[in-house]
């Protein structure tokens, strides 16, 4: 049982889409082979529509932005308008998994090889994460393994109701780069860190593919990606249904700046 899994970064869906069909693939020796790739591959998945989907969506939670859930809101009300039935969707708590969850964390990081003169090196989180991790030990470890494995089963039923599930993907807009970082307190920094994203390790605990898009902004133009949750190996429809999104609401798409011309050696 880890806690992620490689996936694509792309700025609209179909390149999301194309690039998951060279990444999804098995290989001997994986703990896990995924199933066979929908007809037409992902690819196409990102050009038919996706059809009335049943859409779950989570309830606001405390200490979560206007905007994050404005953003939230404004996407159930779009779903609704493309013919989806939307309704809301049962909460689940964070404590639910955060114990367990962190002891996986810490010693997930603790297992990754370091030369012990380049410990030094590492931030203070992943030290402070490291350290924690070699406190545990193996009852420890299986023990949280064995938890999270029943309340990702407890989760999956709680929302099987739904083909998708609807959530901001964090709880605040954009931060400045460093502000979750106390630099005298590391364990501050990773309760900040799981406060921000409360509902992403649903999907890293459960399997179920997600997917964010920027489907807001805020008065400062920031953008607010929402995030949907489908069942189990079904990629193809949450890339139908981000296709669909991304066509009746239109994200902006910044142009890649050209890397500098490297001047050419002259031949000595």
Same mark, same amino acid.
């Given at each position: 049982?880890?806690?992620?899994?490689?996936?694509?970064?792309?700025?609209?869906?179909?390149?999301?889409?194309?690039?998951?069909?060279?990444?999804?693939?098995?290989?001997?020796?994986?703990?896990?082979?995924?199933?066979?790739?929908?007809?037409?591959?992902?690819?196409?998945?990102?050009?038919?529509?996706?059809?009335?989907?049943?859409?779950?969506?989570?309830?606001?939670?405390?200490?979560?932005?206007?905007?994050?859930?404005?953003?939230?809101?404004?996407?159930?009300?779009?779903?609704?308008?493309?013919?989806?039935?939307?309704?809301?969707?049962?909460?689940?708590?964070?404590?639910?998994?955060?114990?367990?969850?962190?002891?996986?964390?810490?010693?997930?990081?603790?297992?990754?090889?370091?030369?012990?003169?380049?410990?030094? $090196? =590492?931030?203070?989180?992943?030290?402070?994460?490291?350290? @924690?991790?070699?406190?545990?030990? #193996? +009852? *420890?470890?299986?023990? !949280?393994?064995?938890?999270?494995?029943?309340?990702?089963?407890?989760?999956?039923?709680?929302?099987?109701?739904?083909?998708?599930?609807?959530?901001?993907?964090?709880?605040?807009?954009?931060?400045?780069?460093?502000?979750?970082?106390?630099?005298?307190?590391?364990?501050?920094?990773?309760?900040?860190?799981?406060?921000?994203?409360?509902?992403?390790?649903?999907?890293?605990?459960?399997?179920?593919?997600?997917?964010?898009?920027?489907?807001?902004?805020?008065?400062?133009?920031?953008?607010?990606?929402?995030?949907?949750?489908?069942?189990?190996?079904?990629?193809?429809? $949450? =890339?139908?249904?981000?296709?669909?999104?991304?066509?009746? @609401?239109?994200?902006?798409?910044? #142009? +890649? *700046?050209?890397?500098? !011309?490297?001047?050419?050696?002259?031949?000595?």
């Amino acid at each position: 049982l880890g806690l992620a899994t490689a996936g694509p970064l792309a700025r609209t869906v179909a390149d999301t889409a194309l690039l998951l069909d060279v990444m999804a693939f098995s290989t001997p020796g994986d703990a896990a082979t995924l199933p066979a790739p929908p007809a037409g591959y992902f690819r196409a998945c990102a050009g038919r529509a996706p059809g009335p989907l049943r859409i779950g969506v989570l309830p606001r939670t405390e200490g979560q932005h206007p905007e994050a859930a404005l953003a939230c809101r404004r996407t159930a009300e779009l779903l609704a308008g493309l013919g989806h039935h939307v309704t809301d969707a049962p909460p689940y708590d964070p404590a639910e998994y955060q114990p367990d969850f962190s002891v996986l964390w810490s010693v997930l990081a603790a297992a990754v090889p370091v030369p012990a003169a380049r410990e030094a $090196l =590492l931030l203070p989180l992943t030290r402070w994460l490291r350290d @924690r991790g070699r406190e545990h030990d #193996a +009852v *420890r470890l299986y023990t !949280a393994m064995a938890s999270l494995s029943a309340t990702a089963r407890a989760l999956c039923h709680r929302y099987a109701h739904f083909d998708a599930v609807l959530s901001p993907t964090t709880d605040q807009p954009p931060l400045p780069i460093g502000s979750l970082t106390d630099p005298d307190d590391p364990e501050r920094t990773f309760l900040r860190m799981l406060a921000h994203t409360p509902r992403t390790p649903l999907a890293n605990l459960t399997g179920q593919p997600s997917i964010s898009l920027p489907l807001h902004r805020t008065p400062d133009g920031l953008p607010i990606g929402v995030m949907l949750t489908g069942r189990l190996h079904e990629e193809g429809v $949450l =890339l139908s249904l981000g296709a669909q999104l991304e066509q009746a @609401r239109p994200w902006p798409r910044h #142009a +890649v *700046r050209p890397l500098a !011309a490297r001047p050419e050696r002259t031949a000595r």
